[in-house]
């Protein structure tokens, strides 16, 4: 079964760098999304991409974050001056459209020190 | 009012139970309906769709009640591995956000 991959599984950052963090959707998937759990909270929306632009996003998802798609498989979200309360789980999803089903990947857990 | 709301639990049920979820929704314009369930410190996995008519996938089946905004999971003849979070999610009427519940825990025993 197809799946969504996210690299890297865990990562450790020191407070105010920069990280990447990658995903490789499902490939004939149009739809992909970025949302973050903190520890021991709910799962949170930051935003959507299709065709290249962002089609939504949260009010989590300020100037400090941005996505990209750079090239035909890789889905990426950057975090800028990273803070200590940006420590979550990020997970990456994608669906065929829209209003179709989200399908997670295993998420990257980001560690800011 | 919270935008999905369930019932945290636990639930602690024996192996062979009948045990049900409720949750509640506060947007009226939403669309789309899902349950997901996640294992601990996992991504949550689409568990299925819920539909008006209210429908059903081997032990689980979902309802759905748009004039009370109030989504149901009742899973039957429960199994150790069906122990997680079960999580209540819904898509707003023009986007593409999920929006989750909290989760309620559920626990199966032998």
């Known amino acids: 079964e197809p799946e969504v991959t996210q690299t890297p599984s865990h990562q450790v950052t020191q407070m105010g760098q920069e990280v990447i963090l990658r995903c490789v959707p499902i490939?004939?998937?149009?739809?992909f999304y970025w949302y973050r759990q903190i520890l021991g909270q709910k799962v949170e929306f930051l935003v959507s991409f299709y065709n290249n632009e962002i089609s939504e996003k949260s009010e989590i998802f300020d100037d400090q974050f941005s996505v990209e798609r750079p090239d035909g498989s890789n889905f990426t979200l950057k975090i800028r001056s990273t803070k200590l309360e940006d420590s979550a789980m990020y997970f990456c999803?994608?669906?065929?459209?829209?209003?179709?089903?989200?399908?997670f990947g295993d998420g990257t857990r980001l560690s800011i020190l | 009012r919270k935008e999905v709301e369930q019932d945290p639990g636990p639930f602690n049920v024996p192996e062979g139970a009948t045990v049900a979820f409720n949750c509640t929704y506060s947007n009226s314009a939403s669309q789309s309906f899902f349950w997901y369930r996640q294992d601990c410190r996992k991504e949550p996995k689409l568990l299925m769709s819920v539909y008006s008519s209210g429908n059903e996938d081997g032990r689980f089946t979902a309802q759905l009640n748009r004039a009370s905004q109030y989504i149901s999971l009742l899973i039957r003849d429960s199994k150790l591995s069906d122990s997680a979070t079960y999580l209540c999610v819904v898509r707003g009427q023009a986007g593409t956000a999920l929006i989750f519940g909290k989760g309620t825990t559920l626990s199966v025993s032998s």
């Open positions: 490939s004939n998937h149009l739809y």
């Open positions: 999803a994608s669906s065929e459209a829209g209003n179709q089903p989200q399908h």
